[in-house]
């Protein structure tokens, strides 16, 4: 896996166990019954000052910190540690009145306002100078404080203004195009304008993607995103380079690695962070939310290069933001909690620690709940603590795995852009479904970038990569040469990283190593099945094919082209290269992942696991090994293991058994079994 700076910067014993605080919205006495609930929960970190910035600078260069002093010194007298806000998130609305110009712009030229939050455009020098300076009035003033631990730069960059239209970007936009492009000819080269008559004969005359009478092109639209990502990493890169002049404490920002937010390219980010935080809350809106939080949970851990990380907001239960706010069942914040500890979390906070009683998520749940002490959740909320406290020694361990799934920001936006064979093709519900059937089978998979090393894994999975570079093609092609087995699926490899299609026969970048050559896509209607010759069902999505080395495994029957082959194999050099030309059902992934666990010789799953039962190991140099049992069904879970049970201080001797929507951790007797 690609390095990256790792937590072992940040020094801790325990997995670190709180939320985000916001004292500013409570009258001074509650924060002196906050900290009290908090050393009973087992708090060991909070975050504090993410919205601090109207407070702490009511009016211009006016600064008041006395609240924020008096906030910090609390939390250290009861041995809280803080992770402490730059405050930059939303500017207090005294700068955006005086300079209307920090507003963001959509893409249709609408002002947005100020009053909600994050109302500033990412490429705003006068937002940059006065935030910094912010930044350093609270750096300079809480370096050497004893309570601070961690630095949190600003709040979920991007969240809600990762893409401005303004005339500010637009000039930014230029400078970056010229730096990557050098030239116009070049620009028009790797853009194709001579389509549509688009060709720029002048750099000013380069727009964002603005709302235009007809689809954009391609490569504007694709370079405003990299663009948009760029903008806002170097925020963070000023605020933490600012922080770094009178600071050791390790730096980082909470990522947004969830299904309904794809504007940062975080492969390019996770280098730049000291440790890596995600924010992740499960989405109802999903057909399976536990499944897009385990994949979420893969894909941070792939951006750690593997090393523990931080789950730095999550919910305790219900959120606020999603038409039908879903509260947790009883036992199911544990078990939430564990499959983040599991996948290799070193911490677990929550966005927040107290409910508030106004503003906008007042209905959001907290640590502490709207009903006070008395509520069964914090009775969760606690016996939480307690768990997480017994769990020390899991910190800094890791977890293995044999298969690797590819995932690719540029890729999601390439593929997911206008004008392609079919709009129900979106990237990331094959990448979800090829995660979903490996989980399905109790298999681990690492998800990892396009430049990582695939050395060491026996499966790697390629879901819809429509867009990659030669070198990433060049590595799957590699791997599959020294002996792995590469499994790609269909509309992948069909484009370069401009968006030029790969001409002489689809799936251009990965045709050789599949030996296939397609002609013509057939997407199939959104309510369309396909009928496969062994009993199983596809649908979306269709090609016709050559074969030029790839044997048939299964084919379709009916459809627009009866008879085409939907799964193939080609053996390479020492390894095999099978091709799915469909969207198997999920059945059908399932078989296909027995058949690769079988042929790829994955450890055996062990009796038990699978179907909505998760196996996760984290394991030590030195050989400790915990086992995380995650039920996800309404039965009791019976898994065969052997050590001590950390949940109910158990000893385990041959099988632990796991109640529905529960989740126990064996520490195992000498290793892993
Ligand atoms: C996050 C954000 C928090 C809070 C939370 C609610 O996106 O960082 O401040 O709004 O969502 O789920």
């Known amino acids: 896996m690609r390095a990256s700076p790792g937590s072992e910067s940040f020094a801790s014993s325990a997995i670190v166990f709180g939320a985000d605080y916001n004292p500013e919205q409570w009258p001074r006495q509650t924060w002196s019954e906050d900290v009290l609930l908090m050393q009973q929960a087992g708090v060991t970190m909070v975050a504090v000052n993410i919205f601090g910035w109207a407070r702490l600078e009511p009016r211009p260069g006016e600064y008041r910190f006395d609240d924020l002093d008096a906030v910090l010194d609390l939390l250290h007298e009861h041995g809280i540690a803080v992770n402490l806000g730059t405050g930059t998130a939303t500017p207090p609305p005294w700068l955006t009145t005086r300079h209307p110009e920090v507003l963001p712009v959509t893409a249709d030229g609408a002002r947005l306002s100020h009053g909600g939050r994050q109302a500033w455009c990412p490429s705003s020098p006068v937002y940059r100078e006065h935030a910094l300076r912010l930044v350093d009035q609270v750096a ?80 504007q639209q694709l370079d405003f995103r ?38 940062q390219d975080y492969w390019r980010w996770a280098p730049e962070m000291d ?25 941070t851990r792939g951006l750690a290069g593997g090393r523990p990380w931080f789950l730095m907001e999550s919910a305790t239960s219900a959120v606020n933001w999603q038409p039908h706010n879903v509260a947790k069942r009883s036992g199911e914040l544990l078990r939430d909690s564990l499959a983040a500890v599991a996948r290799g979390a070193d911490a677990v906070s929550f966005f927040q620690w107290r409910a508030s009683v106004f503003g906008s998520e007042k209905f959001h749940s907290a640590m502490l709940p709207h009903s006070g002490t008395q509520s069964p959740q914090w009775a969760e909320v606690c016996e939480l603590g307690r768990v997480l406290g017994d769990l020390g020694d899991v910190v800094g361990t890791t977890v293995d795995a044999q298969v690797a799934l590819l995932f690719d920001w540029e890729a999601w936006w390439a593929c997911d852009l206008d ?69 790609v699926t269909y509309f992948s490899g069909i484009a370069d990283e401009n968006d030029h299609v790969r001409a002489g026969g689809y799936p251009g970048a990965f045709r050789d190593l599949l030996g296939v050559a397609v002609d013509t896509f057939h997407p199939l209607g959104t309510d369309s099945v396909l009928t496969l ?100 069904t309404d039965g009791v879970a019976r898994v065969a293991l052997r050590g001590r049970e950390v949940v109910t201080g158990e000893a385990v001797d041959g099988v632990v058994e796991v109640p529905a929507w529960g989740a126990r951790v064996v520490r195992e007797a000498g290793g892993a079994s």
């Open 419 to 487: 004008s392609r064979p079919s709009s129900d093709v979106r990237y990331l519900d094959e990448v979800h479904a090829m995660h979903r059937a490996f989980r399905a089978a109790g298999v681990t998979v690492d998800v990892v970038g396009p430049d990582t090393d695939l050395d060491g894994y026996r499966v790697v999975v390629v879901p819809t990569l429509y867009a990659c570079s030669d070198a990433t093609a060049g590595r799957v092609s590699a791997f599959v040469e020294g002996g792995g087995h590469a499994v």
């Open 140 to 219: 300079r003033r809480y370096a050497d404080h004893p309570a601070v631990q961690l630095w949190h730069v600003s709040n979920e960059l991007g969240c809600h203004n990762a893409l401005c239209y303004c005339d500010v970007s637009a000039e930014r936009f230029r400078e970056w195009l010229g730096e990557r492009y050098g030239t116009l000819d070049e620009l028009n080269r790797v853009w194709g304008t001579s389509f549509w008559s688009q060709g720029y004969g002048a750099w000013e005359e380069i727009l964002p993607p603005r709302n235009t009478p007809a689809t954009a092109n391609p490569g």
């Open 275 to 299: 440790l890596i935080a995600n924010d992740h809350y499960l989405d109802h809106r999903l057909p399976d939310p536990h499944a897009e939080q385990a994949f979420a949970a893969d894909l």
């Open 226 to 263: 990299r663009f948009s990502s760029d903008e806002l990493l170097d925020q963070y890169r000023a605020e933490r380079d600012l922080i770094r002049t009178v600071s050791d404490t390790p730096v980082t920002t909470n990522f947004m690695v969830t299904a309904h937010i794809q504007t």
């Open 533 to 632: 010759d062994d009993g199983r069902t596809a649908s979306r999505w269709v090609e016709d094919m050559r074969l030029t080395g790839a044997e048939v495994l299964v084919r379709a029957v009916d459809g627009p082209v009866p008879g085409a082959p939907v799964l193939t194999r080609h053996d390479r050099g020492a390894g095999a290269a099978w091709y799915v030309a469909t969207a198997l059902d999920d059945d059908g992934r399932r078989a296909l992942v027995a058949r690769l666990a079988d042929e790829a010789e994955l450890d055996p799953v062990p009796p038990g696991v699978g179907d909505g039962i998760e196996l996760v190991r984290r394991t030590g140099a030195d050989g400790r090994s915990y086992a995380f049992v995650l039920n996800g």
